[in-house]
Every structure is written in structure tokens, then in C-alpha cells.
């Protein structure tokens, strides 16, 4: 225990000693609740819990708890590399627990693997064996990954927090209470970066927050140079004895902060071409290609071990390969896109749950539960041939399909299986033509439970969601006005209305009439009047920019109408950039994400689709073949060669089955994508899209599927029947 923590602990009892109990508890809420401009700095540990993201919290339980379980050590070069990142992402955890986590989750894969190759599952097994190898080294990559993403949301807030501190210095030149400024009312990453420089400096860990900056600072150098180049502006400024030359410094680093974040953007758009053709070889045209090579792999091999590697390709592998090259480009993409979050309405609850009307009366429930009985509707339906096999229910199907049709079914009998010879001989299936349009029910079944979960809880916030983006493109005139109005005299709680007044029948005319309303009829402060919880203008529109923008007039409200005029010009000129350069981004990126869309909604389920129904048609000809083969391989060795070379194909029940849930994954992965980089961090915008694409998407893979199936079903049995 060094000198400061025995000082602490016998101060702190000799207050304890001296003082009750009722006076303690006075001293400490005296103590907590300092200046608010420095954001309860005291409170950071409470504030880093409330703010880390859920992944972040059980990746912490899953360390601290394998730490207890093997609690092994990492060399002494792993453990700086690892405490590096835990402190850039404020993860409450160290390098021992990461070093146990990677280890204790590679070992429980290698034991699920060798449980697979017990029970016959030799290529899955292996594959996992190399999985959980993998792992132990993917794993420890997972602090670094979530250092990464948490600079890549720190970086959205750059320009915002920078003209948070620039507007707070315009009135008052003091950097920590700027600091302090910034971090209370900025809700992100960035904050918690705050809040901690203001922790360390009220601890004695730097003697001002200058030193905590510069220090802090250089973990941005290769990021975001523009960052540290505005900040040291501000810092300049506080040098300066002439107010106008120390403005004129402020506004300097306000500008370096939005002209670096536009050439950022240029530059990621012009990288992202190269990496999103990348993308598409690496998730769909190259799977594409094994689509139609491994079903004829497996007409001259074990098909039940190519089937094997289908299921590890394809629904484990491909899906983390592009996911993980995913996110890698999002993590990439340029700060200064501002989000939209979930607003708060009276009726929140009953907007995200599902509806169910009887008569003219209705009822809300969860949306989990609709999603949870389409999808299990549809999952037994897709399960369903092997469920009547199960039972013997399939042969007595079969013989009413042969009393049904005089001259045979179209399609032949419901189902069959096939004796395998190679690999040991087993029963393998179902074959047929039914169950493999059956087995369109199970990726069906996946996708509309997420779809419907996600449209149901977000479907109705797209409105207002909507509303919000709208405002957020009309607020740049807005804020103009109103600043304009306060500098011709106007009180600021009758500009509201004045504005109000000029911009009816736009968004922002309805929500400065709120705020005029909440004034006057509901006698509440401005501050109130936009931010009451109950009753607030804002609630209705939860966007970072908007919420923003409010905080800063507000703050600079206090300070007299002059600087508070001053600062809505400014915020004015600010918003306008950040519009534009939003619209610049959109407009290089539209290439690319259009390719993305496209892939999505049509090229990705079409071109799949057509695979599969022509993997149908191959699975019918091989069958035939290998049953003519077969029935003549007396005739010669020549054809027992033959035959023992030509077998049966992997069924299409089962090669569909495995290849639609790549399709569901494949379409919700791109979705994200595209989403997150022409919007930023908007969830409701986000999820919806996911949601409403996987059903529309992968309705349209079955369908073409269906058809593709059913007609080579249907000429295939003429053709081969006339043989």
C-alpha cells in the first residue's frame, strides 16, 4: 500500500470515528455534487458502467469469470499490448482474464469438436478442431477490436465535442470547465474519454488537464491528426491577452475540425471501392462458384462429408469471414455522421410492440412472441420430412401419392433414402422433389422470425425517425434565424415563436411552436420547455444533432442574448458543413453502397436461387444415373467401375437447407453494412432495414427456388423418363 492509499484509509477513518453517520453521508453528497459544468467527474466509474455497450459488459463477465476458473498470465509484451487496449476501451478488466478467456474457450471448442468426431461428424469435427485452434489466437484480438470500435464512435463525436468546448470558451476561457462542458453533455464514447481525463486530474494523476490532453491526445496522432491540431488551437488560446485574437483561434480550430473530417471523408470513399468489390468476391461470388462445384464433388465422393464441409463453409465460416471484413470497414469509416436514437413518447412501449385486433378492440404483446410463432410454424413445416420419416409417416405418403396418380406423381414418390456404400455405408436423405421444396420453410422460418421481431419493434419509429432527419436538414436555417432574432432584441422566449411563425408547415416550425407553447401556456423555462422530460420538444426528436445544438444555446442562453445570438450564427455555419459534408459522402459512397443494395435486396437471392433449383436438377440426373449404373453393373467390371465411381448427390433437401441460412445471414451482414455506412450510428434506421430486407429478400430466394425446382422437377422426370 503506498503513501497516499495509507494517508486515504486512516483520514477516512478518523472521520468515521469523529463523525455519525448522518453527517458523513451530508459530507459525501457535499462532496459529489460539484461545479456541473465538469460532469461529476467523481462519478466515473458509475458513468463508464451506465455508458460501455452490452458486448462490452459480458465480454468483462466472460473474462473475470475464466481469470477465476484458470487465471493464467500472459508475457510480459501480450500484457502491455492488452492493458494498452483495455484502457483505450475502458474495459473494467485485465490481461490475465483475456489470456484465460482466449484459453478456456479454446479448449471447450476442441472438446465439442472431438464430441463430433465421436459421433461420426469427422469433417465438422475437424473443422472445429481448427476453429478452436483459431479461436485462441482470434480471441485475444478482441480488446483491440473493441478499442478499435470504440474510437471509430469516439470519432463521430469529434467535431461535436471540439465545438462543444469552442462554444463554452467563447464565454468563458477556462479549457478544464470546457472539459467538463463537453463531457456532461456530450452521450458517447467521447464523454467517457472526458470523464476520465477530469477523474485523473482530480486524482493527482496529471497536476492540469492540459497535461491529461497532451498525453491522451497522442493516442489520436495517427487517426485523427485535424483532432490534436484543433484542440492545441484552443489550447493557444488561452494565451492570448486580446479576446478577438483568442475568437479568432477558437473559430480556426472549428474550422480544422470540419475541413479535416471532409478530406477524410473523400479519402474513405475512395477507398471503399476497391474494398467492396473485395467484399462481394469474398461473400458472394465465390460461394457462388462453390455452390456448383460441391454438389458435384459429392456425386463422385462421400456426400455426407461434403456435406459436411457445405455446412462448415457456409454457415460458419463464410458468415464470420464476412462479417468480420464487415465491421473492419465500418470501424474505417470517417466521424461527423450524427445519429438518431429511439425517441421518447408517451406510447413508446405500445409503437414496438405487436397488434392484435378483435372486433374494434385491440391487444399489445411482445413482438418476440409473433416472431417466435411464425418462425417455429415455419421451421416445422421445413422439418417436416424428417419427422414423418421419423414416425414411418413418409411410406404411407408415398403410396398415396402412387393411388393418387394413375401414371405416377409428376414428382415421383414424397421422399427416399439412399444406401451410401462409400465412408463406411449409412442410410442417407431425404431425396425427392417434396421435401426439398419443404426445406424452403427452414430458411423462410429464420428470416421471418428476426424480420418480423425487427419490423414489428422499429416499424413504427421509421415516422418518427423520419420526422427527425427532416428537422436535422432544415435546423442549419433554423438556428440561423433564431440567432438573428436575438440579436435584433427579441427575448429568446418569444423567438422561438417568432421563428415558429416564418417556418410553419415545416418540421422545425412545429417544433420551436412546441417549445413557444410549452412557454407560454405551460409556464416552463426554455431549458424546460425543450428538454422536460414530460413534456419537453425534444423528446419527439432524439437526434445528437438536434440535442446538441439545444445544450449549447441553452448554455450560451445563460450568458446574456449577445453571446447567445453569437453562438446560434455560429452553430449555423457549423450544422450547414456537417450537412454537407454528410450529402458529399452519401453522394461518393452511392456507387458502392447501390452495388451493396442491389446485392442485398435482388442479385444475392436471385443468383442463389438459380443455383440451387440447377443443384436439384444435377441431384435428380446423378440419381437416375447411379440407379441405371447400378442395375446393369452385372453386365461387366467395366460398369461395376462405373458404378462404384457414380453415386448419389447430397440431397437438396439438405444442401438448400444449409445454403438458404446463408442466404438469411449474408442479406442481414450486408444490410448492416450499408446502413451503418450511409447513415452512421442509426439504429432504429439500421435494425428496420435488416429486418424488412431479410423477408423480402429471402421470400424471393424461395420463390425462385420453388419454381426453379418444379419445373427442372417436372422436364427432368420427362426427359429421364423417355431414356
Known amino acids: 500500500m503506498g503513501d497516499k492509499e495509507k494517508f486515504m484509509k486512516s483520514f477516512e477513518s478518523k472521520l468515521k470515528s469523529q463523525l455519525g453517520a448522518k453527517a458523513l453521508s451530508n459530507l459525501s453528497g457535499n462532496l459529489s455534487s460539484g461545479d456541473d459544468d465538469l460532469g461529476g467527474s467523481s462519478d466515473y466509474e458509475t458513468f463508464r458502467g451506465e455508458k460501455m455497450p452490452q458486448l462490452s459488459s459480458f465480454y468483462e463477465s466472460a473474462c473475470n469469470f475464466a481469470e477465476k476458473i484458470l487465471n493464467l498470465k500472459p508475457d510480459k509484451k501480450t500484457a502491455k499490448k492488452f492493458e494498452r487496449s483495455i484502457v483505450a476501451a475502458h474495459l473494467n478488466v485485465t490481461p490475465g482474464g483475456v489470456m484465460s478467456f482466449s484459453v478456456l474457450v479454446s479448449i471447450l471448442i476442441v472438446m465439442f469438436a472431438l464430441v463430433l468426431v465421436i459421433f461420426g461428424f469427422v469433417i465438422v469435427g475437424i473443422g472445429f478442431l481448427l476453429i478452436g485452434a483459431g479461436s485462441y489466437f482470434a480471441l485475444q484480438i478482441i480488446p483491440s477490436m473493441l478499442e478499435r ?69 497522442e493516442s489520436w496522432r495517427d487517426e485523427n491528426l485535424e483532432f490534436l491540431e484543433a484542440i492545441y488551437l484552443i489550447e493557444s488560446s488561452l494565451f492570448e491577452s486580446d479576446d478577438s485574437r483568442r475568437i479568432i483561434l477558437l473559430d480556426k480550430a472549428l474550422d480544422i475540425i470540419l475541413q479535416g473530417s471532409y478530406e ?136 398415396v401419392l402412387s393411388n393418387l396418380f394413375e401414371n405416377g406423381s409428376p414428382f415421383g414418390i414424397f421422399q427416399h433414402y439412399e444406401q451410401i456404400d462409400k465412408g463406411g455405408g ?104 425543450i428538454f422536460d422530460p414530460d413534456k419537453g420538444a425534444i423528446n419527439e426528436y432524439q437526434s445528437e444533432l438536434i440535442i446538441s445544438s439545444m445544450k449549447i444555446f441553452i448554455k450560451a442562453n445563460e450568458k446574456g442574448p449577445q453571446i447567445s445570438s453569437k453562438t446560434l450564427i455560429d452553430l449555423s455555419r457549423y450544422l450547414s458543413e456537417i450537412h454537407m459534408s454528410g450529402e458529399r459522402l452519401k453522394d461518393l459512397l452511392s456507387e458502392s453502397l447501390g452495388s451493396m443494395k442491389g446485392q442485398a435486396k435482388f442479385l444475392a437471392p436471385l443468383i442463389t436461387g438459380v443455383v440451387v433449383a440447377i443443384v436439384s436438377l444435377v441431384t435428380m440426373i446423378m440419381g437416375s444415373l447411379s440407379t441405371a449404373v447400378g442395375g446393369i453393373s452385372g453386365t461387366g467390371a467395366s460398369t461395376e467401375s462405373l458404378g462404384g465411381f457414380i453415386g448419389q448427390s447430397i440431397p437438396t433437401f439438405l444442401f438448400q437447407g444449409v445454403v438458404g441460412l446463408y442466404i438469411v445471414m449474408l442479406v442481414g451482414i450486408l444490410m448492416y453494412m450499408v446502413t451503418n455506412l450511409e447513415n452512421g450510428n442509426d439504429p432504429i434506421f439500421t435494425k428496420f432495414s435488416m429486418g424488412d430486407t431479410v423477408i423480402k429478400a429471402t421470400t424471393k430466394y424461395v420463390l425462385i427456388v420453388a419454381a426453379g425446382v418444379i419445373l427442372f422437377a417436372y422436364v427432368g422426370s420427362k426427359v429421364l423418363g423417355s431414356i
Open 149 to 217: 470500435r470504440f474510437r471509430a464512435k469516439a470519432n463521430d463525436e469529434v467535431i461535436i465535442g471540439v465545438f462543444y468546448i469552442v462554444a463554452f470558451m467563447r464565454f468563458n476561457s477556462n479549457l478544464e470547465l470546457a472539459i467538463g462542458f463537453a463531457a456532461n453533455y456530450l452521450s458517447g464514447p467521447l464523454s467517457l474519454d472526458f470523464k476520465r481525463l477530469l477523474w485523473e486530474v482530480e486524482n493527482a494523476t496529471y497536476p492540469d488537464i492540459k497535461q491529461a490532453l497532451d498525453v491522451y491526445l
Open 426 to 529: 449409412y442410410i442417407f436423405g431425404p431425396y425427392g422433389t417434396y421435401p426439398a421444396l419443404l426445406s424452403l420453410f427452414i430458411p423462410l422460418g429464420v428470416a421471418y422470425m428476426f424480420g418480423i421481431y425487427l419490423r414489428t419493434k422499429y416499424g413504427k419509429l421509421i415516422g418518427l425517425r423520419d420526422k427527425t432527419k427532416r428537422l436535422e436538414k432544415e435546423f442549419a436555417s433554423a438556428t440561423f434565424q433564431l440567432g438573428n432574432r436575438i440579436n435584433e432584441g427579441i427575448a429568446s422566449e418569444l423567438a422561438f415563436g417568432a421563428v415558429a411563425d416564418t417556418m410553419r408547415g415545416t418540421e422545425t416550425g412545429k417544433f420551436f411552436a412546441d417549445i413557444d407553447s410549452n412557454i407560454k401556456f405551460n409556464g416552463l423555462s426554455v431549458e424546460n420547455a
Open 264 to 399: 477524410r471523408m473523400i479519402h474513405f470513399a475512395q477507398d471503399l471501392t476497391g474494398k467492396v468489390s473485395t467484399f462481394n468476391m469474398i461473400g458472394v461470388v465465390l460461394p457462388m462458384l462453390g455452390l456448383i462445384i460441391l454438389p458435384l464433388a459429392a456425386s463422385f465422393g462421400n456426400p455426407k462429408s461434403v456435406l459436411e464441409i457445405v455446412f462448415l463453409l457456409y454457415n460458419i465460416l463464410f458468415p464470420l469471414g464476412v462479417a468480420f471484413f464487415g465491421v473492419m470497414i465500418i470501424f474505417n469509416r470517417p466521424g461527423g455522421i450524427n445519429s438518431v436514437k429511439k425517441p421518447k413518447v408517451k406510447n413508446m412501449d405500445q409503437l414496438q410492440q405487436y397488434e392484435l385486433k378483435f372486433g374494434s378492440k385491440s391487444f399489445f404483446i411482445d413482438a418476440k412472441w409473433p416472431a417466435i410463432f411464425y418462425g417455429l410454424f415455419f421451421l416445422l413445416i421445413g422439418f417436416s420430412p424428417l419427422i414423418l420419416h421419423a414416425t414411418g409417416t413418409d411410406l404411407i405418403l408415398n403410396d
